[in-house]
């Protein structure tokens, strides 16, 4: 269920990411993103561990915990990163768009199908490894933000996109919810980044 | 109820919860008929995950606080056949996608229906009945919606929110406040969407 390339490239052309994938962002945007990020990235750890709790599938329980342990990493990349910009990870108070999809997240995977789950979780690895691919070509070696870019572009996250993608593509039954769930969970991605460039 | 230390505190966030230029149309008799039904459509969807977060937070509750929820489940499960039987009657069509806006308040109740304590919930539920019934009662009832205004004016409905205040005072917590305001600008935004489109 690969649906979402229309909208993927109506992210790269947010202003919120062109700016990363050219260098010009400024601190202060890049800071604002990185805090929201990381408060997403505690729900989705959230959501991942809960989709593994509903999964009786052993092989999906074991892409869930590789996918919680490459989630820790990410927020570890954002430590290094918010420690020189004086951000405190903990006290992260969420954007109206960030709490959005991060309760969207969490009430499907507490309350809606292991499908839906699915279904909402997929896009957002599947579009990073895109940006990345996209992005970091035409980045310097001294472009400010190549470290975090690199992150999305690295072999490891993409194919642990892709083993999510197949996982999805398995176990799904193809529903009006499911599609929805997807659909609505790129949308959230869009506002995300248009959020942060409006704060 | 406005007496309440919630709605007290949340300052000039229950005016804007309660009060709205859909519910001046609505007052007036000039709302147009497509803000009707999208709003009647979209406060259907509402009502059904509303039914799910006050299941939820019943199983949750210690003994005291059964009555008025079970009484309060019922009255939402004859709402829901109310909403089916006038959208059937206007002919309104209720299978639509959720709005933006409805989808966001109700993911916010849903989330915290699993990851809040009840005192949180309860506080919750407070604010979604107590903002209705205070914008509702506050419109004559009379006119094309006078059956909508009268339903969320009546007296049975003010004893069902103030027995919730009241538990709510009774089962108090600290994150109470946090997220009672936070269903307020929920309701503000909601109101804006049935308004606005």
Known sequence: ?199 | MTGHSLIRDAGRLWGEATRSPFLDAVAAGTLAANAFQRWLAQDYLFAKDLMAFQALLLAKTPRDCHAPLIGGLAALDKELGWFESHGARHQVDLDVASHPTCRRYTDFLIRCAYTQPYQVLLAMLFGVEAAYLTAWSALPPSGPYAEFIERWSSSDFAAYVSALGGLAERHPHEAAREHFNEVLAHEREFWKMSWEG
Request: charged share 20%; hydrophobic share 45%; aromatic share 12%.
């Open chain 1, 1 to 199: 269920m690969t649906c979402c390339g229309g909208r993927a490239f109506t992210c790269l052309l947010q202003p919120l990411v062109r700016a990363l994938g050219d260098g010009t962002l400024p601190a202060d945007l890049f800071r604002a993103y990185i805090a929201q990020d990381a408060f997403f990235l505690r729900a989705f750890t959230q959501v991942y561990a809960l989709a593994l709790v509903h999964s009786s599938d052993l092989e999906a329980i074991a892409l869930y915990s590789e996918l919680i342990g490459g989630v820790q990493e990410e927020l570890n990349l954002h430590r290094v990163y918010t420690a020189g910009l004086a951000i405190d990870l903990g006290s992260v108070v969420p954007n109206p768009a960030c709490r959005a999809y991060t309760d969207f997240l969490l009430r499907t995977a507490w309350h809606n199908s292991l499908g839906e789950t699915l279904a909402a979780i997929t896009p957002c690895m599947r579009l990073y490894a895109f940006l990345g691919e996209e992005l970091v070509p035409n980045c310097g070696p001294h472009h400010p933000y190549r470290k975090w870019m690199e992150t999305y572009s690295a072999e490891e996250f993409r194919r642990l996109g892709g083993r999510l993608e197949a996982l999805l593509d398995r176990v799904c039954v193809d529903t009006v919810e499911v599609r929805d769930a997807y659909r609505y969970a790129l949308r959230c991605e869009l506002d995300f980044f248009s959020a942060v460039v409006g704060s």
